[in-house]
């Protein structure tokens, strides 16, 4: 069975409504379990490409499940580039453009919430829009750093079988 993501994406020119990723990217979905207001996730296996630019419709949570993957993406005709780390996310409000291309396969839990959602949520302290959530990109959960940190100190002095290693 194909799945079609059900996230969608503007094309700024047009107006367009596209979807996030191709249809043979959608491994699982929550449209599949019958959910159809404020809240969408999708797991998406992506292969290499270049998005055209476009508006993000509703806020987006991207959380990288597999390996870190070379990331990139254009704002205001500049382009800027980092690794996006295993567990590593990206945050965007509703309205904000977007350009991201990746260099190797990217699987992601992706994330869309309705700005009514949101608005429902945080009630009176709904900020506006475009500035709900600070833009942020290949960002790395920095308590997972520092375990993976911890674990890189240890393991090469010490390997166990809670580092990866195997012990004797």
């Known amino acids: 069975m194909t799945l079609h993501s059900s996230i969608n994406l503007i094309n700024p020119q047009t107006g367009q409504r596209f979807p996030s990723a191709p249809d043979?990217?959608?491994?699982?979905?929550?449209?599949?379990?019958?959910?159809?207001?404020n809240l969408t996730l999708e797991v998406q296996r992506l292969?290499?490409?270049?998005?055209?630019?476009?508006?993000?419709?509703?806020?987006?949570?991207?959380?990288?499940l597999g390996g870190a993957v070379r990331f990139g993406w254009r704002i205001g005709g500049r382009t800027h580039e980092a690794i996006l780390p295993h567990g590593g996310f990206c945050l965007q409000s509703d309205g904000e453009t977007n350009a991201?291309?990746?260099?190797?396969?990217?699987?992601?839990?992706?994330?869309?919430?309705?700005?009514?959602?949101?608005?429902?949520?945080?009630?009176?302290?709904?900020?506006?829009?475009?500035?709900?959530?600070?833009?942020?990109?290949?960002?790395?959960?920095?308590?997972?750093?520092?375990?993976?940190d911890y674990r890189k100190s240890h393991c090469v002095l010490r390997p166990t079988r809670g580092c990866g290693g195997s012990s004797s």
């Not at 043979?24 to 207001?37: D, F, I």
């Not at 309705?114 to 600070?134: C, S």
């Open 24 to 37: 043979t990217s959608v491994v699982l979905s929550s449209s599949q379990a019958g959910w159809r207001q």
């Open 47 to 64: 292969q290499p490409m270049e998005l055209p630019e476009h508006y993000i419709e509703g806020h987006r949570l991207i959380i990288n």
């Open 100 to 148: 991201p291309f990746w260099q190797d396969e990217l699987t992601v839990a992706a994330i869309a919430l309705t700005p009514d959602f949101i608005t429902t949520i945080l009630e009176d302290r709904t900020p506006t829009a475009i500035d709900t959530f600070a833009e942020r990109r290949c960002i790395v959960d920095s308590e997972k750093s520092t375990l993976d």
